[in-house]
DNA sequence: CGTAATCGTTGCTGATCTCAACCATACACT
DNA sequence: AGTGTATGGTTGAGATCAGCAACGATTACG
């Protein structure tokens, strides 16, 4: 029917509208996301999500957490981890013991298995990261950091007082 | 029981593990998310959603255009902009005609009245974007939002080529 | 003591995305 | 022309997941 001309692209490639692109929030949704979808597919080979290695990381910064307090510190829905760390568990990269002063309570560990996963996954999530970031130089990696640290500290409640009043 | 010391805090408030808050890709996506949750809470009075807008946008910016063409540039399922659609539809801020030239294809344009539509959910965005940017000056929101869009055409697919080698 | 609160657990619900069919239409090929 | 293939829009089913309420066990309060 139409003849398309031979040298011109035979689609337009899909392009987000400029406004949208200018809006930083718009662009921080979608880094966002598509940084989550990407550690999701990275981590499927290691039987393990990005829930299961922030669990892990909690946990051996400080020991003996009760699975409230790392719900909490983690913004997960208690029933949610309910679930993570019986897969954990069951790997046996934790340990629940119920606390002997407060019998309702459980005392969660990691195990040395548990380091030893955590640190496997310490090195792909540095890959991951290293791949976000690969168009910036460690300058500008920097100040993206701190610049997303300071929103965090105004939009995420558990991040605050991170550099108290360094400002 | 155990005498709890009046001057400490009676229970430590929820924080992330340093090594969590250390990872850009951890702030991005946490802040994109609470982005994400911050804007639905504050489009549900319009009874529209960031998705109508997003469809919206794109229908003021290029005219005339097909249901795939939109999907494509939002990168939205064909089948999920369907719904979206009749929504606007629905409240005649849209309207969709078979294109004559090639009768499987909608021809979607936007309404005056979705044009009113528009601008209140600009006005809206604004406000969400300032609140979300408050605790940086403009030179520092212009400084991340340069990141940010660096970051985007390396890895939303559909950013490519907004800067042409302007670096 | 008895009532209320907390902790972990379970199950349900609602929202959302993905995917596979499906119909109508258009295109390609002989 | 006619047949087969591809495309655009639509629908519906299935998977996934966060959020919420309820529950038993235990502890704290008064």
Do not use: W
Request: glycine share 4%; hydrophobic share 35%; with cysteine.
């Amino acid at each position: 029917m139409s003849i398309t001309n031979p040298e011109s692209p035979p689609v337009a490639l899909p392009r987000f509208p400029e406004e949208l692109v200018a809006s930083t929030a718009f662009l921080l949704k979608r880094l966002g996301f598509a940084a989550k979808e990407k550690a999701m597919s990275e981590y499927e080979n290691t039987g393990l999500t990005p829930y299961h290695h922030a669990i892990l990381v909690a946990l051996e910064e400080d020991t003996h957490e009760t699975q409230g307090s790392i719900a909490d510190a983690l913004g997960y829905d208690r029933g949610q981890l309910v679930g993570l760390l019986d897969e954990l568990e069951e790997r046996g990269l934790v340990e629940r013991r119920r606390d002997q002063a407060d019998r309702r309570r459980q005392l969660v560990n990691i195990t040395p298995d548990g380091r030893k996963a955590l640190n496997r996954l310490r090195a792909l999530s540095q890959r991951l990261e290293d791949d976000l970031l690969s168009p910036l130089d460690p300058a500008e990696r920097q100040r993206l950091h701190e610049l997303l640290l300071r929103l965090a500290e105004q939009h995420l409640p558990h991040c605050a007082r991170l550099t108290p009043t360094a400002r």
